[in-house]
């Protein structure tokens, strides 16, 4: 079956300091994948998503970036945090291809990170 | 472009009470997936329902339902007889088709419902 690993859980850094999150994925291969993150307004922002090993889109201006070393891997990086980085991190995969089954996606448990 | 807005920000009821989630979305695209997502306060996304484009069929499970008007643009979630189990932030989405989207999902803004006893 297929899983999700994202880590860590929660993380405090303060303004300035680098950020690395880390999500791997089990179980598929060519996913697609995505970085999400919710600010404390509660909505849920796609930050970034990836079709493939190095293909990053960016749906946002920001202090971040991604990156997608291995087929099943996804890191997200920030050289100098913000506070306004702040917030719930989340990756997720999907399958790519046709029919309903494909139409999924699966979540991560989140990463709570507070830039203080 | 893809929107979709959940205009109620927070819902209170009383336990017992039936209340209804409201969700609009906006697309181009003639065969698209909407999606409802419970998040409670773990913080953790549970899906709750994937609904195709083409299949206006309302559907219902257990004290859910979810009805589905392709003609508002409009897919709403009721539950029936809430419970304090049920208080939590819920999220409809959006997902195109078009395989040079990456398949992205684009979340409404949420509503916090909050069911007292």
């Known amino acids: 079956s297929q899983t999700i690993h994202q880590w860590p859980a929660t993380l405090v850094q303060p303004v300035g300091s680098p950020l690395s999150l880390e999500c791997t994925v089990e179980g598929t291969s060519n996913p697609n994948l995505y970085w999400y993150r919710q600010a404390a307004g509660r909505g849920l922002q796609l930050l970034f998503y990836?079709?493939?090993?190095?293909?990053i889109s960016s749906e946002v201006p920001q202090n971040l970036s991604a990156s997608r070393p291995q087929d099943r891997q996804f890191i997200l990086s920030s050289k100098k945090l913000l506070l306004s980085d702040s917030g719930f991190y989340l990756c997720?995969?999907?399958?790519?291809?046709?029919?309903?089954?494909?139409?999924?996606?699966?979540f991560g448990s989140g990463t709570r990170l507070t830039v203080v | 472009a893809q929107k979709v807005t959940q205009a109620q920000t927070e819902i209170s009821v009383v336990e017992k009470e039936d209340v209804t989630l409201d969700c609009v979305y906006e697309t181009r695209d003639t065969t698209y997936y909407l999606f409802w997502y419970k998040q409670p306060p773990s913080g953790e996304l549970v899906f709750l329902i994937r609904?195709?484009?083409?299949?206006?069929q309302n559907e219902i499970s257990g004290r859910y339902s979810w009805n589905f008007q392709k003609s508002t643009s409009s897919f709403n979630f009721t539950i029936t007889a809430s419970q304090v189990v049920d208080s939590a932030v819920y999220f409809c989405a959006l997902r195109a088709i078009l395989y040079n989207q990456g398949g992205k999902l684009i979340f409404g803004q949420g509503t916090e419902l909050s069911v007292k006893p």
């Open positions: 997720a995969w999907s399958a790519k291809g046709t029919g309903d089954l494909n139409y999924g996606y699966t």
């Open positions: 990836s079709v493939g090993i190095g293909q």
């Open positions: 609904r195709n484009s083409f299949d206006e």
